[in-house]
C-alpha cells in the first residue's frame, strides 16, 4: 500500500515543507485564542489555523477549506489523475456538524419574538426562506460532497468519525478498499476546524483541557509529571493512497507505505480505557500482526500522547506491555506538543508526519518535557533527533473506546 | 466487485423499531397499512412526526445508569442493536460479540431545548454576548450531554451496554450514509477481513432542532401524512421525520452456519453512487444501481423516498421501469424520513419479508434529500 502523496495544514504551518520545519525546531503553534471572546472561560488558548479563514467562520466551513488545501497538496504531488479528475474512492474524517451559536442567534433575532426564545421562533425563521443555504452548511455530508466536486473522487465519499482516532480510520478505510480491489486509489483526509465556544467548553466541562493559559506554548506538556490536559487544535492532512504496483506502473514517486492497520474496541467507560490496557494493547498487536512485522522493527512511535493525565499513563502502559522493557529507549514522541490535539483530524496528520520522520531521519520533538513523569519511563524525544526510520507505529486513541493504530514505513514489507 | 474469492454475505439478525413498534412482526403487519401507525401533528406543529412506539428500554438496557447517561437517539440505537444480538441468537455468546465489528450511521445527538432558548432569549440584550454566552454554557450545559451528541459515542453505548467490541466506526452524512455503511460491511465480510459485523443505524425525530435544520432549505412537509409518491403540487412536498432505528447482523454464510445460526436472507448486493445531481440525475442513476445490484424481478421493492418534489416523482417514474408489477411500499409510510436509517431500515424489513418467504426477492432504494443514491438486492438464503 503506496503512499504517493501528503498534504499537510496546522497551526505551525500550511504545506508539509513549512509544517517539517516548524515542527523539527520545536516551534509550538498554541496560542491564546483570537477568533473568539474567551471571558469567564478556564480555558484561553488553542492551536488555532489562522491563516486560513472562512464566512461564515464555522466548524464545517472550517474543515472543508483545512482539508481542500490539504487535499491538493497531495494530490498534486501524487500527480494522479487529472485536475477534478482524482480517479478514486474519498474518505474523510469530519467533525461532527451542527448549527452553532452565531446562526441560532440571527435566527432568534429574524423571529422576531419579544419574549421568551423556543425553537418554534428558529423554526419560523427558517421557513423565512433568507436561511436556506444554512441548510447544506449544517448537514454532515456537506463537507466530504464538496470535497468529492471538487477533486472528482469516484463513488459514494465517506464521511466517517471514531471521536479522536477518526483520522487514523480514514486511511484504513482506503487501505481495506484498496486491498479489496475495489478502487486502486483513495484520497483519505482528516480535518478538524471545531475550535469555538461550545466545542471548547464541552471539553472543558468534562475536564479534559490544560487549564495552562498564562504561557501557551508551554501548556501541551505530553507525558510531562506535570500535564494537565490537552490543549485543542486545528488542521488537516491528506493522503493519496495507491496500490503499490499501480503506483509503480505509472511512474509516481513512492513517499513511504501504510504496511498495516489494526484496531480494537471498548466496552469499558465512554471516556475512560479498560484499566488493564487491554484494547489499547489489542490494538497495537492488530496493527503489527496486519503489517508483519515484529516489535523489535518498529523504530519509533509517533504516540497518540494528549497530554491528559488518563490518555498518557494509559499508552504508556499499552506500549509497555508491547515492547517490554524495550520501551525504556524505544523513541516515543508526541506532535500535540506543539500543535495541540486536532481531535478529528490528529490521527492523519500524524500519519504524515510519521513518513516524513523517516524520509527526512528525523525524529520532532515532544517540546514542554522538562519534568518527566516517573511512573512512565520513557524515552520521550525532548529534542529533536537525528536517526535513521525505517517504521513507525502511530497511535490514535478516542472517546466512546476508540483504538486505532497504524504501521509505516519507507519500503515495503 | 471485483477481488480474489468472495464469500456470501448472510444476514442472521434483525433489530427494528419505530412508529409501528419493534420487532419483525409488528413491521411485516405495518408494512400494507399505507400509513405510518403513530402521527403526532400537534406536538411541534406545524410540523408532523411518526413519534417512536413506547419501549420498555430496561428490557436491553438493564442498567437506569446507562439510559440517564443517553439520549433518545442513542437508546433507540442501543435498543434495536440488542434486539438484532438477540435475533441472530448472540445476546449472550460473549466472545462472538467481542470480535464482532460494527458500524453505525447516525448524526448527532439532542440539544437541550430549554438551555438553548434561554441562552437565546438572554443573548437578546446582553450587554457583551460573548461574555454572556461563555458563562451560560459553562454553568448550563450538563457535562455529559456531550457524549450524548457525539457521533461515535451511539457506537460506544452499544459496546458498553451490549459487549460489542470487535471496533466500531461511525458514517455520517444523511441518507448515503446508511448505505455506505452496509455496501462496506458487506463488502468486508465478502473479501474475508472480518466474518461478522453490526450494521445500522439510529434517528431520533422527535426533537425541534433537526426541525430548524430541515425547515431551511424548505425539505419538511408542514401537512399531516400523506402518501409519499402522492406529494406533488403546491405545499405537498417534503418529508415527515420519523423516530426509527434498525441493526442487522451480517455474517459470513459460512461462518453463520457453521455456528448452527439462521440465515434469514443474503445481502446479495450493495451498490450506491453520488453522480452531481441535475434534472434526470437521480433516474440514470438509479437504474445504473440497479443493474449494478443485479436485480432482476423483485417480488417487492421497499423505497426510500423521501417525498421531496421532484425527485421522488423521478424514483417513482424510474421503479415504475425497472420493476412494473412489483408492489412498491414508501418507508415513509410505514415509519415516516429517518435520514441515516432509511437503507438499515430498508434493508431489515426486506430481510423479514425474505425470512417470512412472503418474497424471494427484495430491492431496496435509497434516495438521499441532497445527494447519493443506493439500491440494495435482499434475497431468499
Redesign the interface.
Known sequence: MAVTGLGLVTSVGQGQADTWAALTAGRSGIRTIGRFATDGLRTRIAGTVDCLDTDPLVAPALSQRFAEVAAEEAVSQSGIGAKGDFPGALFIAVPPVEMEWPQRHALAVASGQAGPITYTDLQRAAASRRFDEWHDLFIFGTVADRIADRFGTRGSPISLSTACSSGATAIQLGVEAIRRGETAAALCIGTDGSVNPESLIRFSLLSALSTQNDTPSAASKPFSKNRDGFVMGEGAAALVLEDAEAARARGAKILGYVLGCGEKGDGFHRTRSSPDGAPIIAAIRAALDDAGTMPGAIDTINAHGTSTPENDKMEAMGCMAVFGERMRDLPISSNKSMIGHTLTAAGAIEAVVSLLTIQHGRIPPTINYALPDPAIPLDVVATTRDMAVSRVLSNSFGFGGQNTCLVLAGEPA | ????ARREVVVTGIGLVSCAGEGIDAHLAALGTGRPARTDTATFAP?TVHPVAPLALDGQIPKKSDQR?MEPWQRLGVYAAGLALDSAGVKDDSAFKGALH?VVAC??GE?D?AV???I??G??DAP????Y???R??ND?R?T???A?????L???I??V?????????????E??G??AL??AA??IA?G?VEAMLVGGSYSAER??V?????????LRRADHSPVFSRSGEGESGFILGSAAAFLVLEAEEAAAARGATALARLSSVA???P?RAPGSVGASLSALWREAGVTRPDAVISGATGVATITAEEGAALSELAPGAPVTALGDVSGHSLEVTGPFGTALATALVARAQAREVAVTVV?H???E?VIRVSAA
Open positions: 466487485m471485483s477481488g480474489p410540523y447517561q460494527l448524526g448527532g440539544r431545548t438553548d432558548g434561554a437565546l432569549t443573548l437578546r457583551d454576548p460573548g461574555a454566552l461563555n458563562e454554557l459553562l450545559l457535562p450531554l456531550f457524549l451528541q457525539l457521533s461515535n459515542l457506537a460506544g453505548n459496546a458498553i451490549h459487549g460489542v467490541t470487535g471496533a466500531s466506526r461511525t458514517f455520517m452524512g444523511e448515503p450514509c448505505v455506505d455496501r462496506i463488502a468486508r473479501s477481513q425541534p432542532d426541525m430548524v435544520v430541515h425547515e431551511l432549505g424548505g425539505y450506491s453512487d453520488r452531481r438521499g441532497r445527494r447519493g443506493g
